[in-house]
């Protein structure tokens, strides 16, 4: 079963700080991506990647980075944290949309708390 | 632009109780219907695909109908379980630019 393994799990961290939620994966998969999920949003793109060294924005970019360093590494980057983004962020990845297998595969999430 | 638009926030059932959970969507183009569970303290994982060959997807006694006319694909099961409780996404895979849309997300409660 393909595998989507998110560190950490739980991150506190003060307004204005940096944070960095990691994402690895060991399904060969190109694609990957990060949502956010809150309360009445349901979950929102925030940036995605289609191979090594490529990233692209989604639907909420601004305020984050994203850096795909290599095949099964996702990096989220907040620069400047802020209340805003406290949230449960997914990491997700996957084959191909709409071609053999339109199935993501989903991390088990990481809350932040930016207080 | 695409979307998918789920109504109900929340849902309450007790045990061998009717599930219907809407969602319609809206797309100039021709998508690929998906439904997602979320369980507690876990990541969305797919639970059905809905084909356009017939119609009609079918996993784990869920079943999801796609219906052209009103653009709908309603997720429905004869009786739920305590083990369905869950948060329950429909989503659409526009096809022609590899996006994906999901909807806010319906939480079932199911009580025993």
């Known amino acids: 079963e393909a595998a989507v393994t998110q560190s950490p799990r739980n991150k506190v961290a003060v307004t204005g700080g940096k944070v960095t939620l990691s994402c690895n994966q060991t399904n060969n998969h190109n694609n990957m991506y990060w949502y956010r999920q809150d309360t009445g949003h349901g979950l929102r793109l925030i940036h995605y990647s289609y191979g090594a060294g490529s990233t692209e924005k989604g639907d909420i970019p601004d305020g984050y980075k994203a850096s795909r360093p290599s095949q099964e590494n996702f990096s989220l980057i907040l620069e400047l944290a802020t209340p805003s983004q406290t949230s449960v962020y997914f990491c997700?990845?996957?084959?191909?949309?709409?071609?053999?297998?339109?199935?993501?595969?989903f991390g088990h999430g990481t809350k932040l708390s930016v207080l | 632009g695409d979307s998918v638009t789920q109504k109900q926030g929340q849902v309450t059932l007790s045990e061998d109780d009717f599930l219907f959970i809407n969602c319609t969507y809206s797309t100039t183009t021709y998508p690929t219907l998906l439904w997602y569970v979320q369980y507690l303290g876990q990541g969305p994982q797919l639970l059905l695909k809905v084909t356009t060959a017939n119609n009609k997807g079918i996993s784990r006694g869920f079943e999801a109908t796609y219906d052209k006319g009103t653009t709908s694909f309603h997720l429905q099961k004869a009786s739920v379980q305590e083990s369905d409780s869950a948060v329950y996404f429909c989503a659409l895979v526009e096809n022609s630019n590899n996006r994906i849309f999901f909807g806010d997300g319906t939480q079932l409660v199911v009580k025993p």
């Open positions: 997700a990845s996957g084959d191909a949309w709409g071609a053999r297998d339109e199935r993501l595969f």
